[in-house]
C-alpha cells in the first residue's frame, strides 16, 4: 500500500498575493508614466491663441514673383549684392545630399561642392552674405548632439575662409543655433540659439579674429517664448496629442544700415527689440547690466526671419499669417504682403535693386511629417518682391 503523499506548505505567495503585487507595479509605472507626460506637457505644451496684428497689405499678391522651385522644403536664403542667390535645404525635412545650394540659370547648383559639403555640414540652416562677400552658414549639428559649426566660404572662389566648431559651453546639447549676421567689417558674428527642447535661448557674440564665443541674454525674458500657440492655416503647431507646442525662443536677427543696432525677436513672443552692437561687443557687461540696455521697440506678429532695410526700417515675417510687414525704428507696424501661397514665411533677405526674398519653407508640411507627406506637398519656393523703399543693409 503506497503511503499517503504528505504537502508541504508553500514558500511563494499566494496567488492572490501575487496579483496584489503586480496590479500595484502597473499602477507605479502607469503613475510614474503619467507624471512623466505631465512634466512634458508642462515643460513644452499649453498655450493661447495670439491675435492677428496684420492689416489691409499695401502690396497684392500678384507682388510675389517666383524665384526658386525646389523639390525639397527651403530653410534660409541670401542673396549677394550681385544677385547671386543661395539657399539652404530645411534640416527639419531630413535633406539627403547637398544641403546648400546656388540657384543658376533656373537649376539648383551645389555650393560649395557636393563633396566638400559631406565632409563640413551636419544641419546646415542659417545663411548670410557679408559685405566682403563671404557667405556665412551656421549648423545647429543637430541640436547640439553633433558638432555645431560656423563657416564661411568666398564667393567669388568657393574657398573656405572662416572654420569654427562651436564648443558645448556656447551651444550645450538642446541648443539649436538658427540665425546669423555679421557686421560691415567682418569683425563680429552675432547668432541666435532659439533653445527648443533645452529651453535656453540665448544670443551668441563671436569674434571672428581670435575664434572667441560668448553666450549672453541665456533665458531674458527677450529671448524667452511666451505662452503662445502658432496658429498656421495647414495646423495648429501642436504635436503628440497636446504634450508639445512649438515656442521658439530668439529666431531671426537683423542689423541696421550704420550698425549700431541689432534688432531680434524671439518667435514665440509679442515685442522686438534692439540692443547697441557695442553693448553686445562689451565684455565688462554681464547679462544683468546687458539687459538693462535692451529697448523694446514695438508689437510683432509671431515671426521667422528679420531683415534691415537702408531707412533703418526692419522687415518682419508672419507665420501665421503668410504676411510679411514693415517695423520702423519708432515701432509702427505696417503690412507690406500677404498671400496664401506663403504657407510659412521663413528667412528674408534684401538684394540689389530693392528686391526682397522671402524663403517659404512650409514648416508645417515637414516637421515630425514624413518624407511621403513632404514630397506630396512639394514644391517648396522661394518669393521675393518690392516693398517700395530701402535696399541692402548690413548684408
Not at 510675389?64 to 522644403?73: A, G, N
Not at 535661448?201 to 579674429?209: G, K, Q, S, T
Not at 526674398?357 to 514630397?375: E, G
Amino acid at each position: 500500500m503506497a503511503e499517503p503523499t504528505v504537502f508541504a506548505p508553500s514558500s511563494s505567495p499566494a496567488p492572490r498575493a501575487l496579483v496584489a503585487r503586480g496590479l500595484k507595479a502597473v499602477i507605479a509605472v502607469v503613475g510614474l508614466v503619467a507624471l512623466a507626460l505631465v512634466g512634458v506637457r508642462l515643460r513644452y505644451g499649453g498655450g493661447e491663441p495670439y491675435p492677428d496684428v496684420t492689416g489691409m497689405p499695401l502690396l497684392p499678391d500678384s507682388a510675389l514673383e517666383e524665384v526658386v522651385r525646389s523639390p525639397e522644403p527651403i530653410g534660409n536664403v541670401a542673396v549677394s549684392s550681385t544677385g547671386r542667390v543661395f539657399y539652404t535645404l530645411h534640416p527639419e525635412s531630413r535633406p539627403q545630399g547637398a544641403k546648400l545650394f546656388e540657384w543658376v540659370d533656373g537649376k539648383a547648383v551645389p555650393f560649395p561642392s557636393e563633396a566638400v559639403q559631406a565632409r563640413l555640414f551636419d544641419t546646415v540652416l542659417g545663411i548670410t552674405i557679408d559685405r566682403r562677400g563671404w557667405l556665412w552658414t551656421i549648423d545647429h549639428g543637430n541640436h547640439g548632439l553633433g558638432v555645431p559649426r560656423l563657416l564661411a566660404f568666398e564667393l567669388a572662389t568657393g574657398h573656405l575662409a572662416h572654420e569654427y566648431d562651436v564648443p558645448p559651453q556656447i551651444a550645450p546639447p538642446g541648443s539649436f543655433l538658427q540665425d546669423l549676421r555679421v557686421d560691415a567689417r567682418g569683425e563680429t558674428v552675432f547668432i541666435a540659439d532659439v533653445g527648443f527642447w533645452r529651453r535656453s535661448p540665448a544670443l551668441i557674440v563671436h569674434d571672428v579674429a581670435t575664434k572667441e564665443s560668448r553666450r549672453v541674454l541665456e533665458k531674458h525674458d527677450a529671448v524667452f517664448p511666451q505662452d503662445f500657440i502658432i496658429r498656421n492655416p495647414i495646423k495648429d503647431m501642436v504635436f503628440f496629442g497636446g504634450l508639445a507646442a512649438l515656442k521658439c525662443g530668439v529666431d531671426g536677427l537683423a542689423l541696421d544700415p550704420s550698425d549700431e543696432w541689432l534688432w531680434f525677436g524671439a518667435m514665440n513672443h509679442d515685442t522686438m527689440y534692439r540692443v547697441r552692437t557695442a553693448d553686445l561687443k562689451d565684455r565688462a557687461l554681464d547679462d544683468e547690466a546687458l539687459g538693462t540696455r535692451l529697448q523694446a521697440v514695438g508689437r510683432k506678429p509671431l515671426n521667422d526671419g528679420l531683415s534691415a532695410d537702408t531707412e533703418g526700417n526692419v522687415l518682419v515675417t508672419d507665420v501665421e499669417h503668410g504676411a510679411v510687414l514693415r517695423m520702423s525704428p519708432d515701432g509702427r507696424l505696417e503690412t507690406l504682403v500677404k498671400s496664401p501661397r506663403l504657407r510659412w514665411a521663413d528667412a528674408l533677405n534684401h538684394g540689389p535693386d530693392g528686391w526682397l526674398y522671402v524663403a517659404d519653407s512650409a514648416i508645417p508640411h515637414h516637421m515630425l511629417q514624413s518624407k511621403a507627406h513632404i514630397a506630396a506637398n512639394a514644391p517648396y519656393f522661394i518669393y521675393r518682391f518690392k516693398p517700395g523703399i530701402g535696399g541692402i543693409a548690413g548684408m
